[in-house]
């Protein structure tokens, strides 16, 4: 049974990754995308958060919080990891800025590409990270499917309309199959950590990258949602690929994956946050101004 609950998590990961890239792209431009990141201040200090501050955090949490050295791993690799692909999702829940969300995650990521190879060997001496093997799953599964949708978009409007709330709905419906198997996969890791520390100090990381975030985010809401979320949710997808890759011990994967349930919680952040705004996001008021000419 465990086999097959594992399978369909995996499924339902990859069918939330690709369909949610690919409502992203249907429902957007290339400029609407670039446009937010032409900002050049808001662009540095996104970068700011997510690859200096954020891996700040996880040291000085490391050195308050008594982890053993596989959860104290698991906690940087997950630090050093950004552009998640349940971004956009989640600031279209917080009612922020939709395009500025997917331009920020496509320039996470991409950074992160780059970034985890060098960086995560001086971090963590001795351990070494294979570039093509971050870089291929993310290109496959975010970039290909954002491309795909773009281009449709572009080429042929009217029939990128008709499927965008297609591909929406089923990614809306994998991101719940997969936030209630993770729950029920993960029991056994999240009851292990307890009295660990472990749950203490992924909490404070999520918390404090949040607020990191958002006091980075400038006086706009749109922005700063956007920047809050996007700094608390980590790239999970890269560092279960370089903690399998690159790490003998489980208990490292155990800490990811329990992060990865821990930062479910931002869904009902950015849930509560929409509810609190009572406006439209940018993207969805720029639509409604296209519609409206």
Do not use: C, H, W
Request: charged letters at 10%; proline letters at 5%; a negative charge.
């Amino acid at each position: 049974m465990a086999v097959i609950l594992e399978s369909l998590a995996t499924l339902s990961v990859l069918v939330f990754v690709v369909t949610s890239m690919l409502a992203m792209g249907l429902s957007l431009t290339v400029g609407q995308i670039l446009e937010p990141l032409r900002d050049l201040r808001m662009v540095g200090k996104a970068l700011a958060a997510n690859f200096v501050l954020v891996p700040l955090v996880a040291y000085a949490i490391l050195l308050v919080v008594p982890l053993s050295e596989p959860q104290s791993i698991g906690l940087v690799v997950l630090a050093t990891a950004a552009g998640a692909p349940f971004l956009p999702k989640l600031v279209e829940m917080a009612e922020g800025d939709v395009a500025f969300g997917v331009g920020l995650m496509v320039l996470l990521m991409v950074v992160t590409v780059l970034y985890v190879p060098v960086v995560l060997p001086l971090l963590l001496p001795g351990v070494q990270v294979n570039p093509l093997d971050i870089a291929g799953s993310l290109v496959t599964l975010m970039l290909l499917p954002l491309a795909a949708g773009l281009f449709v978009k572009a080429r042929y409007a009217e029939t990128a309309d008709s499927l965008q709330p297609i591909a929406s709905q089923v990614s809306s419906t994998a991101l719940v199959f997969l936030v209630v198997l993770m729950l029920v996969l993960n029991v056994d890791s999240l009851v292990s950590v307890i009295g660990t520390g472990a749950l203490l100090a992924l909490v404070v990381f999520i918390a404090v990258s949040f607020g990191v975030g958002f006091l980075l985010g400038g006086p706009a809401y749109e922005s700063r949602s956007v920047l809050a979320l996007g700094t608390a949710q980590r790239n999970v997808s890269a560092a279960l690929v370089v903690g399998a890759a690159n790490f003998e011990d489980p208990n490292v994967v155990i800490m990811l994956v329990v992060g990865a349930t821990l930062m479910g919680l931002l869904i009902v952040v950015a849930g509560e946050m929409g509810k609190r705004t009572g406006q439209p996001g940018v993207s969805r008021r720029r639509e409604e101004a296209t519609y409206d000419d």
